[in-house]
């Protein structure tokens, strides 16, 4: 071939620095589109091979080599694959964005199955001259009598080519680093970059220092292979000491035997796994191999939960591992990452458009090479196919969750309170993962036992009835003739059933007793994403209502009266309690509890109580309830001696005392009092005690 001097076929005139510029958004990337190019030409030079069209030499091995050379500032991408003629450096090369792996699949498509190629749009070359002044190609194609070719470019719109020295098939490609991007030659940064991007691709990746000193290691003799360099062969005789018998005769006897070691060139190892975990068959992936790629891949020596193995072959190619690590307990400091892979070769951590929100918060790897990447690789073309993929992992994860409750409750149970942020926070993003889940969502109860919706509904169903069947019997036996909740009209009951809960297990500890003493029960909800998540599980189950234990008193926890009975005693604590709290706006109802050691609670309003949540999450905490509707209300207990003593003496000195004290007893059972309100109060308790001591 003559030289021959051109130039670079491109249709829109400055293009080539704006490639070189921003074609890519990291520099170090470089590598990766060198390397997937090599593997590329191994993987069509091994079709051919299977096609009869080329014939592989017997003791062919497939490699990428990467030498780095900081004193010469040189880099160089070795590979064994197809190699390329003048006419195809022509096409491939200088006509920029031409897609060598596109019209290869599109030659061969009818002979073979497609194998995945990993280029797609021609342009990975050019990333090079992100980082190069210049670079060089030497190639050799694999076809007969094939003439080697060199081409140059010094990184403007010129190229030479003519003909090369290279004598073994494949292609070379030499970088002459400009000075910003020195460190790309340096052994380590190249260790880092090449595992950052390319430990899984399919062809073993060597890493070295150009003419750098053989380093040296030491074998057993039987274990060196025909591509081992032997130096030298290292004996050591066995090794013997006279011991004396019994009888007083004695005998040599070996104590080391005869070892015949072999000193040879150090054998490179590769830098990437080529075949890793996910692309095995689960069944044939122990767990011991899936904690092991855990730690390597992610650096965290903590055992995850358990995992997914993602398998899928139609519509699309994906596979993948998806990992449940322990969680902390606030939601804030939740962080995962999913790696994502095209065909081995690393995309980017926690792509949005193919990685649903709330599963950013595991930790795993995706390979799915029918993904319609850009050119650039590191983002993906918005369509309908990238959510259909979205949906297939959203749906893996609600299947894999909601087997495992099914058949290993145990299990299930045993990681709940890991998981849980994580699945409350993927029913709050994706509601198709909530209608999936909404039946194998575990909640606690007062005896820390876990129980799904299904199953907590049936308990307070169960506990309706059994008050239902006492209220029967009992108007059967008074001829009991008062309104109950239940004669209210229908338009005034809220059908939804409820499902209470609490917040703070210490907190409201006063609400819990009076639960259990009438044999009801509650679920914990003590993380911070719950008060949406409730919001959410409401909407989307039009039959339930979550309800707080100290947002109002239920029936069962009452004793049944009528209003007009207790009307007296209301109006009058009412006008007792406003003036000794100089508080015009208080909302005060009597009731006969059950228990009469309760002298006062406060209740907020369901509304209200989330409402007070939401703007604590917004930080706004400490605004006065009343700013949310005065849904706070002071329920004093007529069956408590110290509440009827105040009914009784509304007069008398001291019971402007005695309310102030009752009001912040039942603010304390429901929420912690301010500073300057506790300092009130323990000043209180003091006068009272004083009182008593007189």
Known sequence: MSNKHGNLSINSDNIFPIIKKWLYSDHDIFYRELISNGCDAITKLKKLDLMGEYEMPADYEAKIQILVNPEEKTLKFIDNGLGMTADEVEEYINQIAFSGATDFLEKYKDKASEEQIIGHFGLGFYSAFMVADEVHIDSLSYQKDAVPVHWECDGGTEFDMCDGTKTTVGTEITLFLNEDCLEFANEYRAKEVIEKYCSFMPTPIYLAKENAEEEYETIPADEVTEKDKVIETIVEEAKFEEKENEDGTKEQVEISPRTEKAKIVKRPVSLNDTHPLWTKHPNDCTDEEYKAFYRKVFQDYKEPLFWIHLNMDYPFNLKGILYFPKINTEYDSIEGTIKLYNNQVFIADNIKEVIPEFLMLLKGVIDCPDLPLNVSRSALQNDGFVKKISDYITKKVADKLS???????????????????????????????????????????????????????????????????????????????????????????????????????????????????????????????????????ERRNEKIRFVRIDSDLTDSLKEEVSEEELKEAADTLTETFRKALNNENLKVAVEKLKNAEISSVITLSEEGRRMQDMMKMYGMAGMDPSMFGGDQTLILNANNELVTYILEHKDSEHVPVFCEQLYDLALLANHPLSPDAMGKFIARSNQIMLLLAK
Not at 438 to 447: G, R, S, T, V
């Open 403 to 537: 087997g495992m409750c099914k058949t290993d409750k145990e299990s299930y149970e045993k990681y709940w309170d890991d998981i849980s942020p994580f699945i409350k926070f993927g029913c709050l993003k994706d509601e198709k993962f909530c209608d999936k889940i909404n039946d194998y969502i575990l909640f606690k109860n007062l005896d820390d036992k876990y129980l799904t919706l299904p199953e907590c509904l049936k308990t307070e169903e169960d506990a309706e009835n059994a008050e239902a069947d006492s209220d029967a019997a009992k108007e059967a036996s008074d001829g009991a003739d008062s309104e109950s909740a239940s004669d209210q009209p229908e338009d005034q009951k809220d059908s939804r059933k409820p499902v209470y809960y609490v917040t703070d297990r210490q907190q409201q500890g006063q609400y819990i007793n009076m639960f259990k003493e009438q044999g009801m029960d509650a679920v914990i909800l003590d993380h911070n994403i719950d008060t949406s998540f409730i919001t959410q599980l």
